[in-house]
């Protein structure tokens, strides 16, 4: 009987709640992302400037990541553009204007900002 509970859980996670929640960010957003991609319930995508924010397809945005599209300091909006296979952990904060490239790894509690120049 616990099997069968699990599996139904499984299930339903897979086939209606990630979906839904790909769905929320994509229709009613406007934010670019791939197939594949899993983004946390507890993640953070900035919706001060949502259309900036492009993830690519395999991702995966875990619980307490945050990215940030908006710089309020400056009053300016930037993208945030994440690749292809990428993975970004628990409680890591993308700033505005970062670009990751495919198949990187954001560790967990990891500061992402833009290169200065």
């Known amino acids: 009987m616990a099997r069968l509970i699990a599996r139904l859980r499984t299930l339903l996670f897979t086939n209606v709640s990630v979906r839904l929640n790909l769905f929320y960010y994509r229709r009613v957003w406007g934010m670019q992302i791939g197939e594949g991609t899993r983004i ?3 993640a953070k ?11 690519g397809r395999d991702s995966a945005i875990t619980h307490g990541a945050i990215i940030v599209t908006h710089d309020f300091v400056n009053r ?9 296979c990428c ?5 890591a904060v993308v700033l505005p204007g970062v670009t ?3 198949h990187s790894i954001i560790a967990a509690g990891s500061l992402v900002r833009p290169r200065i120049t």
Request: hydrophobic residues 30%; charged residues 25%.
């Open 45 to 55: 995508l900035d919706r001060t400037f949502p259309g900036g924010i492009t993830i």
């Open 76 to 84: 300016e909006h930037r993208p945030v553009k994440i690749g292809d």
């Open 40 to 42: 946390s319930r507890g």
């Open 87 to 91: 993975f970004v952990g628990y409680n």
């Open 100 to 102: 990751v490239g495919d």
